[in-house]
């Protein structure tokens, strides 16, 4: 809101006159106005004061209060808590995203039955629909990462107070559901000997958004080791499937090494499903 807004219309809710007959036009006085709308504890808005006088007109917008959104990003989506002018956390806060309403649920409040571990979501798939829980910090709720644009996308957002139906306007970076896969691979020189059995060590790393992601969403797991021999150069290639990846533990294959091996290669695939999108990609 500027101090162009249109007041056309609308009627003020105090009005105060001040009487500067007397005094000579040289004379420069200084008047303190306080509104009395805008005073008290806890008073929260935008007031437009118009001043009327010689023919002239002057206006100012008074602020008071204000409410913003801390976001960090999840693996269920972004954790958003909503603060007030002191950085005090709002409980009963909620935002607008695309005219959806996100805030705490008020089943939330009672279900003491929610303990996961600070990395892992729990997801509960209802009529081919995915609703997850994560453990949140107090104050804060989900909103689900967007699946419109690339990357970042700039939005307007409007932040409310239920409590007290104050409301701010805001902007938000929604963001997309990112995973990125990392894996550490691992074979002792040792064991690349000609028949013996080698055992390649697979440690697993996923990101979402940069946030440290539990690797059991790592789906259809599979490990191709690819073995060329130096001599006549003969390829042989070895799969295994239905691999599960889980925190903090190593995933073990073994092949067998072949007469004069020359190279080694290891892949790692997976996929990952985007719950932002109901699990569908």
């Keep these: 809101i500027g101090s162009d807004i249109d007041?056309?219309?609308?009627?003020?809710?105090?009005?105060?006159?001040?009487?500067?007959?007397?005094?000579?036009?040289?004379?420069?006085?200084?008047?303190?106005?306080?509104?009395?709308?805008?005073?008290?504890?806890?008073?929260?808005?935008?007031?437009?004061?118009?001043?009327?006088?010689?023919?002239?007109?002057?206006?100012?917008?008074?602020?008071?209060?204000?409410?913003?959104?801390?976001?960090?990003?999840?693996?269920?989506?972004h954790?958003?808590?909503?603060?007030?002018?002191?950085?005090?956390?709002?409980?009963?806060?909620?935002?607008?995203?695309?005219?959806k309403r996100f805030g705490p649920h008020p089943s939330e409040k009672k279900d003491k039955s929610i303990n996961n571990n600070n990395q892992k979501s729990k997801y509960i798939k209802d009529q081919n629909k995915v609703q997850y829980r994560y453990k949140l910090e107090k104050g804060e709720f989900i909103v689900p990462y967007t699946t419109e644009g690339s990357g970042i996308v700039q939005k307007k957002v409007i932040i409310t107070d239920e409590s007290s139906g104050f409301s701010s306007y805001s902007e938000f970076e929604h963001r997309q559901e990112n995973y990125i896969f990392k894996a550490g691979i691992f074979v002792e020189r040792e064991e690349l000997i000609s028949f013996n059995t080698a055992h390649?060590?697979?440690?697993?790393?996923?990101?979402?958004?940069?946030?440290?992601?539990?690797?059991?969403?790592?789906?259809?797991v599979s490990v191709t080791v690819t073995l060329t021999t130096a001599v006549?150069?003969?390829?042989?290639?070895?799969?295994?499937?239905?691999?599960?990846?889980?925190?903090?533990?190593?995933?073990?294959?073994?092949?067998?090494?072949?007469?004069?091996l020359r190279t080694l290669n290891v892949?790692?695939?997976?996929?990952?499903?985007?719950?932002?999108?109901?699990g569908r990609r």
Aim: with cysteine; aromatic share 4%.
């Design 7 to 77: 007041l056309e219309g609308l009627v003020a809710s105090e009005e105060q006159e001040i009487d500067f007959s007397g005094n000579e036009s040289a004379i420069r006085k200084r008047i303190i106005l306080k509104p009395k709308a805008a005073q008290g504890k806890g008073v929260r808005g935008v007031f437009i004061v118009v001043v009327y006088g010689g023919g002239l007109t002057s206006r100012a917008v008074i602020r008071k209060g204000q409410l913003r959104l801390i976001s960090r990003c999840t693996v269920d989506g």
């Design 79 to 99: 954790a958003i808590r909503i603060v007030d002018e002191q950085n005090q956390s709002i409980e009963q806060g909620a935002v607008w995203v695309d005219g």
């Design 200 to 220: 390649i060590l697979i440690r697993p790393q996923l990101q979402c958004n940069g946030v440290a992601a539990s690797v059991s969403l790592v789906e259809s």
């Design 232 to 260: 006549d150069g003969v390829t042989t290639t070895k799969r295994f499937d239905q691999l599960k990846f889980i925190d903090g533990e190593l995933t073990v294959v073994e092949v067998l090494i072949p007469e004069g």
């Design 267 to 278: 892949s790692v695939q997976g996929r990952v499903r985007i719950y932002s999108d109901l």
